[in-house]
C-alpha cells in the first residue's frame, strides 16, 4: 500500500520534471523557462521527496528528505530570482 | 704515499698551485705574481732535477689516484716523460722571465699568468702521464689553458684564432678520446708501457686496432699540426710573443708529437705498429708535412708566420723520425723533441724582441737589423742555422740520426730526398732572412720604435732568454756525446724502448 | 640516520611555516633551514655509506599499510646535490631579492620545493611520489612567477599546464598499477610485476608523464621560455634540480621497478628521442641570443645525454660493466646539476650588474666581473664534458658502453653534441677578452659571485677528480 | 569480474582520453584548465572503481582515500592555474 | 532493486558523465563549458555515490563541482561572453587550415589508442581477483588508528605523510595566488532576497562544516569536505557584495594559512621528540589527536580555497572599504 502511494508520488515528481524540462527546451524566453523550471522542479523535487520519505523506514531519515526539499526550494527561489533579475537589468540597459 | 710517490705530483703542482694562486691576486701586485712565478719555475726545476737523477738509476715514481673504477690518473717518470718534463721545466723558466719583461704594464696580467701556469702544468702533466686516459686528460686540460693564452689580446683576430684553435683541438680531443675508449674497452686499462701492450692482442682485434690508430694519430696530429691538420697554427700567430714561443716550442705543438710517439712506442709498440703495417703510413704524413711546411714558410712575409709553417714542417721530424723502425731513427725523432724546441723557441723570442722593441713583424722590415740589435739577431742565426741543420748545432744531430736511422732500416730511399729537399728549403727561408739583417743597409727608421736603445739592444728581461736558449741549442750540439745530453737521453730511451 | 631521513623533509617544510610565519626574518630562517636541511643530507650520506641503504616507516605502520621512505646511494647522492645547490642559490637569493616583500614571497615557496624534492628522493611510495611531483609543479611555477614580467607568468603557465598533465598521466598509470598488484610500495613492486598489458600500459604512462616534466624532446617545448624567464636562483634550481627529479623517478622505474618489465626496444625509443634532445637542444642553444636562453637550451640537450644511456644499460648483462655505465649517468646528473646551477647565478649576476644577458654585447662585462666570468667557464668545462670535470667520467662511460654494445650512433651523438656545446660556451667566452681593465679585486660582490663559483667548481673539479666514492656509493641500491 | 567495476572502469578510460584531448587542442586556457580536471575525474573514477567490490562489500578504503587527496590537489593547481590565466588576461587588457 | 534495473541506472549515469564530460569541452563557449562541467562534477558525485565511496561524494560535490566550479567561473573573462577568441594566443584558435584538422585527427587517433591501451590495461587487472592485502590490513589496524571511518584512518593516520604534503601542496598554490598580486574586485551588493538567503545560509554552512569534522572519524565527513563547506560559506557572502567575507588580516591569515601544515607537523616532530615514529600517534591518543589536526587542517583549507577563490592577497580593509562604497555608488540603478 504504501509502495504503492510513494510510486505514485515518485512518478508525478518525475512527470513534473519532465514537464520542466521540456518547458526549459521549447519556451520562447528567459522568464517563462526560468518559470517552467523553477515551479515545476521544486514541485517534482516535493513529490519525489515525499515518496521516499513514504518509502523509508526511519523517520528521521524522512525528515532529512524535507530539508533537502527546503534547501532546494530556497536555492532554487532565490538563483532564480538572480537570474531574472540580472536579465531584467541588462535589458534596461540596452 | 712515500716520497717516490710524491715526486710526480709535487712537479705538477709546483706550477699549478701558483697558477691557481695567482687568479686570485689583486690585478696591482705585480711584485707577488712575479715571486710566486719564479719560485714556482725554480722549484720545478729542482724537482726535476731529483727526477733525471732517479730514473737515470732506475727509481719508480708513479703516482696513482683512482678517479672512477678502472680509470685511474697515473702520474709515471719514464726517460722519455723526464724528456719532456726537463724541457719543459727549463723552457718555462725562460719563458716566466721573458713574458715578465714583455707584459710590462699591459693589462690582465693576473689572467695571462695564471693560464701561463695551468698551461706548463698540464704540459707537465701530459708528460708524466702513466696512462692514454691520464694522457687525454692533460691534453684537453691543455687545450683549455692555452684557449685564453691565444685570445689574450681580446682583438677580433685573437679572438677569432683562438676559436679556430679551439674548433682544431676540441674535434682532435674528441677522436682521441673515442680512439682512447675504444681501447680502453678492446685492451683495458691503457698504461705507457715501453714496447706497447697491444702486440699481445688476438689476431681478429688488428682491423680495429687499426682504425683506433687512426684516430689517436688524427687526434694528435692536430695539435702536432700534420698536414691537413695544421690549419689552426698559423692563425694562433696572433697570441703575445711568449705565448707563441711556448705553444711551439713546448706546449702545443709538442705535445702533440710527444702523444704520437707515447702511441707508437709505449701504445703499440714501434715493432706491432710496423707488423699492423701503420708505420710507413704515418711517415709518409710526417714526410709530407715537413715538406709542404717549408714551402709554404718560403712565401711568408710575416715572420712569425714564416716560423709558424717552419714549425710545421720541423716539428713532423720528430714523427718522422718515430716512423722510421729502429734505435738510430728513434733517437732522432726524439732527440729533435728538445733540440727543436730550444732552436724554436730561440726564434720566437727574438721575433717578440724585434717586434717589441723596433715594431718589426715583417722579413722586409728586417734589413740591417743586426747592427741595431747584435745580441738578439745573434740569437735568430744561431737557431735558424741549426734549423737548417748547420753543424755544430743542435739541428744537425737530428737530421743525422734520421739520416742514418733510414739507412739502417733501409727507408732511405724515400726519407733522404725528403731531409735533403727540407734542409734547402730550410735554407731557403732562412738564409735570406740572416742576409737582410746582418748585411742590408737599415732603412731610415725602425716602425715603430718602443725601447731605445740604452744599456742593452732592448730591455734585460727580453735579452736574456733568447741569448740562454740559443746558447743552449749551440750546448746541445757541441756538447751531443756528454752524459745526461739529450742526445744521451734519447739513446738510453731508445735502448729500453727496444730492450738492448 | 633514519631521522636524517625525517629531517630531510621536516626541516625545510618547518622553515616553510616559520618564513610564513616571520617574514621580517625570514632571510635568516631559511638560510638556517637550509643550513640544517644540508647537515641531514650529510649525515643521510654517511648513513648510506656506512651502514647501507636505508628506510623509515611513516607512522610505524609497516609497508604497505603505511608510507616508507627510502634512502640508497643513489638517492642519497642526488639529495646531497639538492641540499648542496639550494643552499648555494639561497645564499645567492639573499643577495638577489633586495625588497622586503619579494623576500617574504619567495622564502615559503622556496623551502617548500626544497621539501618536495627532498621528499621526491626518498618516496617510496606510487601515490605519494605523485603528491611530491605536483608539491614540485606547483611550488616551481609558484617560484617561477615570482619573475615579475609577463613572459615569466605566460611560460609559467604554459608550465604549470604541462606539469599538471604529466601528474596525471603519472598517476594513471599508478591507479592502473594498484588495480593490478594491490600495492603502491617502490621496493615491494619488484617481486610482483609481471611483464603483460597491466605493467607496460603504466609504465608508458607514468613515462609519458614523466618525460613531459623531464622536457625530454619532443616535449621539451615548454622548458626554455620557462626557465629562461624566471628569477635567477629560482632558475638554477629549476634546471638543476626540478627536471632532475622527474628524471630520477624515470630511471628509478625503468632500472628498479620494472626492470624485468622494460624492453631493448623501448630503451632505444628513449635514446634515440635522447639524441634527438642533444642534437636539437644544443643547435638551439648556439643561436640563442640571450644567456639565460643559452642556457635553458642547454639543459634540454644536456638531459637528452642521461637517456642516451637507457638502451646501453639495457643491452649490458648485469654485472660490473654494468655499473659502471649506470655510475657515468648519475656522475653526468649531478655534474650538470652543479654546473647548471651555477651558470645561472652567473647569468644572473651578469643581468642584475649589467642589466641584460644579451650575449652579443658582452663585451666588457667580463671584465667587470672576472670571478663570474670565470665561474661560466667552469660551467663550460662541465657541459662539454671536458676533463677534470664530472661530466667528462660520465662522457668516458657513455662512449664506454657505446662501444661495449657496439651502438655507435650514440657515439656519433655524443661526439657531435660535445663539440656544439664547445660552440655555445665559447662563442660566450669569446666576449671574456677586451680590452677593458680588470678590477682590482677578482671577486667584487662576493655573497652573489661565491655560490656560482663554488658550484661550478664542484661540477668542473670536485666530481671529476674526487668522483671514484659515486660508483662505490650506487652499488649500494635498495 | 564485476559489470559495475568494468563499466565505470572503461568509462574512466573514456573521460581520461577525452580530458587529455581537450587538454591538448583547445585553445582557451580556462577550458585547457577543464580538461585537465575531466582528465583528473576520470583517473579518479578508475580508483574508484577498482576499489568497488560489488553491492552490500566494504569497499577498499585506499583508493577512496588517494582519490580525496587527488581532489584536493588539483583544486589547488587549478587555483593556481586561474589565477595565473586572471594575471595574463588582466595585462593583456591593459595593453 | 535488482540488477538490471541497477544496470540501467549505471548506464544512464556514464551516459551523462560521458556527456557532459565531451559537452563541456565541445564548446568554445568557456561560461557555457564551466557550466557544464560544474554538472558533470555532480553526476559524477552521484556516480562515487553508487560506487559505495560516499567520502568521495561528499568531497567532490563541494569541492570537485563547487568549488573548482566557483573558481572557473570566475575566471571566466567578463568581457567576453559567449566567445572564446579573445584569449592569449589567437594564432591558436581553432581554424579551418588543413594543417590543424590533420592536427585535431592526430591527436584525437592518440586519445583514442590511449584509451583503448588504457581499458585494455584495466580489463586486465580486473580480470584477476582483487588484492584484498591492503584492505585487510587496513581494517585489521582500524581500532589502533583512533577513528573508525577506514578512510580518515588511511588519510590521517596510516597515510598522513601524504596528506601532510597535500596540506603542503595547498599552502604552495596559495602563496603562488598571493604572489601574482591583490584580489579581484568584489560583487555588488546583492539584492534582498539573496541576501535574505545567505543570512541563514551561512551558519547552516558553519554549522555543517563542524558536523562533517566532527563526523568524519566514524562516518564520511573530515576536514578536506569540512573545510570546502566553510569555504563555501564565505565564497556566497563574497556573492551577496561582502568584502571581508570572514578572512582576517596580517599575521592572523598567515597562521590560519600555516595552520594545516604547521599542526601537522608540530605533532609529527613532538611524537618524533617523544621516541614515538613520526606521525605515530599513540592509539590511545590517535583520536583527539587526528581530530587536532583536521580542525587546523579545515582552517586551512577554507582559508585557502577562499583566497584562491578572492584571487589573491585581501587589501587591506580600509581600501577595500573605499573600493566598496565606489562600487556600491556605481550600481545604484
Given at each position: 500500500m504504501i509502495n504503492l502511494a510513494s510510486s505514485i508520488l515518485i512518478l508525478a515528481g518525475l512527470f513534473f520534471y519532465l514537464a520542466g524540462s521540456i518547458g526549459l527546451l521549447r519556451l520562447p524566453d528567459l522568464y517563462t523557462r526560468l518559470h517552467a523550471l523553477t515551479k515545476a522542479d521544486n514541485l517534482g523535487l516535493g513529490l519525489l521527496a515525499a515518496g521516499l520519505a513514504l518509502h523509508s523506514q526511519h523517520l528521521l531519515t524522512s525528515l532529512k528528505l524535507l530539508l533537502i526539499w527546503l534547501a532546494v526550494l530556497a536555492a532554487s527561489a532565490t538563483s532564480a530570482h538572480l537570474i531574472a533579475r540580472q536579465a531584467r537589468r541588462q535589458e534596461t540597459r540596452r | 704515499m712515500n716520497w717516490d710517490a710524491w715526486l710526480p705530483v709535487l712537479v705538477v703542482a709546483s706550477s699549478l698551485l701558483p697558477g691557481l694562486v695567482i687568479f686570485f691576486l689583486r690585478e696591482g701586485s705585480h711584485r707577488l705574481r712575479t715571486a710566486l712565478n719564479l719560485v714556482g719555475a725554480i722549484l720545478k726545476l729542482v724537482l726535476v732535477g731529483i727526477l733525471i737523477w732517479g730514473v737515470f738509476h732506475e727509481h719508480v715514481y708513479e703516482s696513482r689516484w683512482t678517479l672512477a673504477p678502472g680509470l685511474d690518473l697515473v702520474l709515471h717518470a719514464d726517460t722519455l716523460s723526464v724528456l719532456f718534463v726537463t724541457l719543459s721545466t727549463v723552457l718555462w723558466l725562460v719563458t716566466t722571465v721573458y713574458a715578465i719583461g714583455y707584459l710590462e704594464n699591459a693589462p690582465h696580467r693576473s689572467r695571462f699568468f695564471g693560464f701561463f701556469s695551468l698551461c706548463v702544468s698540464a704540459t707537465v702533466g701530459l708528460a708524466l702521464a702513466g696512462n692514454l686516459f691520464t694522457f687525454v686528460i692533460f691534453y684537453e686540460l691543455l687545450t683549455l689553458s692555452t684557449y685564453p693564452l691565444i685570445a689574450h689580446r681580446g682583438t677580433p683576430e685573437a679572438v677569432r684564432g683562438a676559436r679556430i684553435y679551439l674548433a682544431y683541438t676540441l674535434g682532435g680531443g674528441m677522436l682521441l678520446l673515442i680512439g682512447t675508449v675504444w681501447l680502453h674497452v678492446l685492451a683495458g686499462p691503457t698504461a705507457f708501457v715501453e714496447g706497447g701492450i697491444l702486440g699481445r692482442l688476438p689476431a681478429e682485434y688488428h682491423p680495429q686496432l687499426k682504425v683506433i690508430f687512426l684516430l689517436l694519430i688524427i687526434g694528435l696530429g692536430v695539435k702536432a699540426a700534420l698536414v691537413p691538420l695544421h690549419g689552426w697554427l698559423p692563425q694562433a700567430m696572433v697570441a703575445p710573443a711568449p705565448v707563441s714561443a711556448l705553444l711551439h716550442a713546448v706546449a702545443v705543438v709538442k705535445a702533440g708529437a710527444f702523444g704520437i710517439v707515447r702511441v707508437v712506442y709505449d701504445v703499440y709498440g714501434v715493432n706491432f705498429t710496423d707488423q699492423l703495417g701503420l708505420l710507413t703510413g704515418l711517415g709518409i704524413a710526417a714526410a709530407i708535412t715537413i715538406v709542404y711546411g717549408s714551402i709554404k714558410a718560403l712565401f711568408q712575409d710575416n715572420l712569425k708566420k714564416r716560423l709558424a709553417y717552419s714549425t710545421v714542417s720541423q716539428v713532423s721530424y720528430i714523427a718522422l723520425g718515430t716512423a722510421i723502425l729502429g734505435p738510430i731513427g728513434t733517437i732522432g725523432g726524439i732527440v729533435h723533441l728538445v733540440h727543436q724546441g730550444i732552436m724554436k723557441i730561440t726564434l720566437f723570442f727574438t721575433a717578440g724582441n724585434y717586434a717589441e722593441t723596433l715594431g718589426i713583424h715583417k722579413v722586409s722590415e728586417m734589413n740591417g737589423v743586426g747592427r741595431r740589435m747584435p745580441a738578439t739577431t745573434l740569437a735568430f742565426s744561431v737557431a735558424a742555422l741549426g734549423m737548417i741543420g748547420v753543424p755544430p748545432v743542435a739541428g744537425f744531430v737530428s737530421k743525422w740520426y734520421l739520416g742514418l736511422g733510414a739507412l739502417e732500416a733501409g727507408m732511405a730511399a724515400w726519407v733522404m730526398p725528403v731531409l735533403i729537399i727540407s734542409s734547402v728549403l730550410n735554407a731557403a727561408y732562412f738564409l735570406p732572412v740572416l742576409y737582410r739583417a746582418w748585411f742590408r743597409e737599415p732603412g731610415p727608421a725602425w716602425p715603430a720604435e718602443h725601447i731605445p736603445a740604452a744599456r742593452f739592444e732592448t730591455s734585460a728581461a727580453l735579452l736574456w732568454p733568447p741569448v740562454v736558449t740559443a746558447t743552449l741549442a749551440l750546448a746541445a750540439g757541441l756538447f751531443a756525446a756528454a752524459p745526461y745530453s739529450p742526445l744521451e737521453w734519447a739513446t738510453l730511451i731508445a735502448h729500453r724502448e727496444y730492450g738492448l | 640516520m633514519t631521522d636524517a631521513m625525517i629531517g630531510l623533509v621536516a626541516l625545510p617544510l618547518t622553515g616553510a611555516v616559520a618564513t610564513l610565519l616571520l617574514p621580517r626574518s625570514a632571510t635568516v630562517v631559511a638560510i638556517g633551514a637550509g643550513l640544517a636541511t644540508t647537515i641531514a643530507a650529510a649525515l643521510l650520506l654517511f648513513g648510506v655509506a656506512n651502514q647501507g641503504a636505508l628506510h623509515y616507516e611513516m607512522g610505524g605502520w609497516s609497508t604497505g599499510l603505511g608510507i616508507t621512505l627510502r634512502a640508497d646511494g643513489l638517492s642519497a647522492l642526488l639529495l646531497m646535490m639538492t641540499s648542496l645547490v639550494a643552499l648555494a642559490a639561497s645564499v645567492y637569493a639573499s643577495a638577489y631579492f633586495s625588497a622586503a616583500s619579494e623576500r617574504a614571497r619567495f622564502w615559503p615557496l622556496w623551502l617548500l620545493l626544497w621539501t618536495s624534492l627532498n621528499a621526491l628522493f626518498l618516496s617510496g611510495d606510487l601515490f605519494n611520489l605523485y603528491v611530491t611531483l605536483e608539491l614540485l609543479g606547483l611550488s616551481a611555477v609558484a617560484l617561477a612567477t615570482l619573475g615579475g614580467k609577463r613572459a615569466a607568468a605566460e611560460a609559467a603557465l604554459r608550465y604549470l599546464l604541462v606539469g599538471l598533465l604529466g601528474s596525471m598521466l603519472f598517476l594513471a598509470g599508478v591507479s592502473l598499477i594498484y588495480a593490478g598488484y594491490g600495492t603502491l610500495d617502490l621496493a615491494t613492486l619488484p617481486r610482483v610485476v609481471e611483464p603483460g598489458p597491466i605493467a607496460w600500459t603504466a609504465l608508458a604512462m607514468m613515462t609519458t608523464g614523466l618525460l613531459l616534466k623531464t622536457a625530454l624532446f619532443p616535449l621539451h617545448f615548454w622548458l626554455p621560455p620557462a626557465h629562461a624567464s624566471a628569477p635567477a636562483p629560482v632558475s638554477a634550481v629549476l634546471s638543476a634540480l626540478v627536471v632532475k627529479a622527474a628524471f630520477y623517478l624515470v630511471l628509478r622505474l625503468w632500472l628498479d621497478v620494472f626492470a624485468n618489465v622494460v624492453t631493448p626496444v623501448a630503451a632505444n625509443l628513449l635514446g634515440l628521442l635522447g639524441a634527438c634532445a642533444v642534437l636539437w637542444g644544443s643547435w638551439r642553444a648556439l643561436q640563442a641570443e640571450r644567456l639565460k636562453l643559452l642556457a635553458a637550451w642547454s639543459t634540454v640537450a644536456q638531459l637528452g645525454y642521461l637517456f642516451l644511456f637507457f638502451p646501453l644499460l639495457l643491452a649490458l648483462p648485469p654485472g660490473p660493466t654494468r655499473d659502471l655505465a649506470a655510475g657515468g649517468l648519475v656522475m653526468l646528473a649531478l655534474t650538470h646539476g652543479f654546473a647548471k646551477a651555477g651558470l645561472f647565478l652567473a647569468i644572473g649576476v651578469i643581468q642584475q650588474r649589467c642589466g641584460h644577458d644579451t650575449i652579443r654585447d658582452l663585451d666588457g662585462t667580463a671584465q667587470h666581473l672576472p670571478a663570474t666570468t670565470f665561474a661560466i667557464a667552469l660551467a663550460g668545462v662541465a657541459l662539454i664534458g671536458l676533463p677534470p670535470s664530472g661530466a667528462f667520467l660520465g662522457k668516458w662511460q657513455l662512449l664506454a658502453g657505446a662501444v661495449e654494445t657496439g651502438q655507435w650512433l650514440w657515439l656519433v651523438v655524443t661526439a657531435t653534441g660535445s663539440l656544439l656545446a664547445a660552440a655555445y660556451i665559447f662563442r660566450v667566452l669569446g666576449h671574456a677578452f677586451g680590452h677593458q681593465p680588470y678590477p682590482n679585486q677578482p671577486v667584487t660582490v662576493a655573497r652573489e659571485e661565491w655560490p656560482a663559483l663554488l658550484l661550478t667548481a664542484m661540477a668542473a673539479l670536485v666530481l671529476g677528480l674526487g668522483g671514484a666514492p659515486v660508483w662505490k656509493l650506487l652499488e649500494i641500491g635498495t | 569480474m564485476l559489470t559495475a567495476q568494468v563499466l565505470y572502469g572503461l568509462t574512466a578510460c573514456v573521460i581520461v582520453a577525452l580530458g587529455l584531448r581537450g587538454a591538448l587542442l583547445h585553445a582557451s586556457l580556462l577550458q585547457r584548465v577543464v580538461a585537465i580536471n575531466v582528465m583528473g575525474a576520470g583517473v579518479f573514477m578508475l580508483l574508484i572503481a577498482v576499489a568497488y567490490r560489488g553491492p552490500g562489500l566494504p569497499p577498499d578504503p585506499l583508493p577512496h582515500a588517494l582519490v580525496l587527496t587527488g581532489i584536493v590537489v588539483a583544486v589547488s593547481a587549478t587555483a593556481l592555474a586561474l589565477a595565473l590565466a586572471r594575471r595574463l588576461h588582466a595585462e593583456q587588457d591593459n595593453d | 532493486m535488482n540488477t538490471t534495473n541497477l544496470l540501467v541506472f549505471d548506464g544512464l549515469l556514464l551516459f551523462s558523465i560521458v556527456g557532459l564530460a565531451w559537452a563541456s569541452l565541445a564548446t568554445t563557449d568557456e561560461r557555457r563549458s564551466v557550466i557544464l562541467f560544474m554538472a558533470f562534477g555532480l553526476v559524477l558525485a552521484v556516480a562515487w555515490g553508487r560506487l559505495l565511496a560516499p567520502d568521495v561524494a561528499l568531497a567532490e560535490a563541494a569541492i570537485g563541482a563547487g568549488l573548482s566550479g566557483a573558481l572557473l567561473l570566475a575566471a571566466v573573462r567578463k568581457q567576453s561572453p559567449g566567445s572564446s577568441h579573445t584569449h592569449a594566443n589567437p594564432d591558436r584558435n581553432y581554424s579551418e587550415s588543413g594543417a590543424k584538422v590533420v592536427l585535431q585527427w592526430l591527436v584525437t587517433l592518440l586519445c583514442a589508442a590511449l584509451a583503448g591501451t588504457l581499458a585494455w590495461a584495466l580489463l586486465h587487472a580486473l580480470s584477476s581477483a582483487p ?196 562600487r556600491e555608488e556605481n550600481s545604484r540603478c
Open positions: - | - | - | - | 588484492h584484498d592485502t591492503l584492505p585487510r590490513a587496513i581494517s585489521d589496524n582500524l581500532v589502533a588508528s583512533g577513528v573508525s571511518n577506514p578512510v580518515t584512518a588511511v588519510l590521517l593516520n596510516f597515510r598522513a605523510y601524504d596528506t601532510l604534503l597535500e596540506l603542503a601542496v595547498l599552502l604552495t598554490a596559495v602563496l603562488g595566488i598571493f604572489s601574482l598580486g591583490q584580489t579581484t574586485p568584489g560583487y555588488q551588493p546583492a539584492g534582498p532576497v539573496f541576501d535574505g538567503l545567505v543570512r541563514w545560509l551561512v551558519p547552516v554552512l558553519i554549522l555543517t562544516a563542524g558536523y562533517l569534522l566532527w563526523v568524519g572519524a566514524h562516518a564520511p565527513g573530515g576536514a578536506f569536505q569540512a573545510g570546502a563547506t566553510l569555504a563555501a560559506a564565505g565564497v556566497v557572502l563574497r556573492l551577496t557584495g561582502r568584502s571581508r567575507i570572514g578572512l582576517p588580516d596580517g599575521f592572523v591569515l598567515r597562521i590560519i594559512m600555516a595552520a594545516g601544515v604547521g599542526v601537522f607537523l608540530l605533532v609529527g616532530l613532538t611524537l618524533l621528540l617523544l621516541g614515538r615514529p613520526f606521525l605515530g600517534y599513540p592509539p590511545a591518543w590517535a583520536g583527539a589527536l587526528i581530530l587536532l589536526i583536521e580542525t587546523a587542517a579545515m582552517l586551512s583549507i577554507a582559508a585557502t580555497l577562499l583566497l584562491a577563490f578572492v584571487g589573491g592577497q585581501p587589501q587591506s580593509t580600509a581600501v577595500n572599504a573605499a573600493a566598496n562604497r565606489q
